[in-house]
């Protein structure tokens, strides 16, 4: 099952100009250890668009979402592991994301498939977005992500102003409710695994 990847970190995408929204600063950039260490930890998928009507009924079946990232510098990796709530079963998904620094992209062997995509960043540090499928129009979508489920109203404006940068209706937006989170503890039990480890390290 493909979960929150699959709907967001999946594909080809530009980097954006932290300073603005503007159509114009969309522009593709190199990963460097500031951005990874910026999307670093724990984040909230808050919500996604997309042309794509797969894509927009695989979202809208997604109840909760939230996944944990946890970069090797050295290794130009990163460690994914994902947490999602669909018909209100918890699943669990861990995998490795390769880092290409040069080309500001991530990559994800799914199915014998390779997805690749770019870090979306935003003013806020505590957001970041996915733009997925940019050279496809039939398929394009944007997906918003915090380390909070408080999202601001400015936080979600410069969301909302991006997806009118890419040409999709406010109406084709899919939120997603956190209070219908299934995996709460499953994720603890995997914390205190993780935290016992460390100790006996």
Known sequence: MLLPWALAVLSLLPLLDAQSLDCDKFRAAPLTDATLDRISGKWFYIASASRDPEYHETAKKLQAAYFHLTPNKREDTIQLREYSTIDNQCYYDFSILNVQRDKGTLSKQVLGKEYVGNVLLTKD?????????????????????????????????????????????????????????????????????????????
């Open 125 to 201: 540090p505590k957001t970041f977005m996915i733009l997925y499928f940019p050279d496809d129009k039939e398929n394009l979508g944007l997906s918003l992500y915090a380390d909070t489920l408080d999202v601001t109203q400015e936080q979600m404006s410069e969301f909302h102003e991006a997806i009118g940068c890419i040409g999709i209706e406010k109406s084709k937006i899919v939120y997603i409710d956190q209070k219908k989170d299934q995996c709460g503890p499953l994720e603890k039990q995997h914390e205190e695994e993780r935290k016992k480890k460390q100790e006996e390290a």
